[in-house]
């Protein structure tokens, strides 16, 4: 079973930009994809972002153009830069696995 942690939430204003980092445990990083959901209080979770092994990437509607997602195979870890942030981004990030894993979640709170 990997662990992830995820670092890198905050609070910002709107239109500001904050990374989210996501390092991985164990030596079976390099064949997932990776990537990034989201849950609002009182929505439905959702997938911002993944990136699988041959690099490519696949963004939800509503970030496209803002947010990047990336990954270090050396650090075994996956980013999600998330840049003109809006209110409706607030959110507990979380990084997943193709294998099925979850991090704890960080806090992302944009003020308006």
């Known amino acids: 079973q990997v662990q992830l942690v995820e670092s890198g939430g905050g609070l910002v204003q709107a239109g500001g930009s904050l990374r989210l980092s996501c390092a991985a445990s164990g030596t079976m990083f390099s064949i997932w994809s990776m990537g990034w959901h989201r849950q609002a209080p009182g929505k439905q979770r959702e997938l911002v972002a993944v990136i699988h092994t041959s690099g490519t990437t696949n963004y939800a509607d509503s970030v496209k153009g803002r947010f990047t997602i990336s990954r270090d195979y050396g650090k075994n870890t996956v980013y999600l830069q998330m840049n003109s942030l809006k209110p409706e981004d607030t959110a507990v990030y979380y990084c997943?696995?193709?294998?099925?894993?979850w991090g704890q979640g960080t806090q992302v709170t944009v003020s308006s």
């Open positions: 997943t696995t193709s294998g099925g894993s």
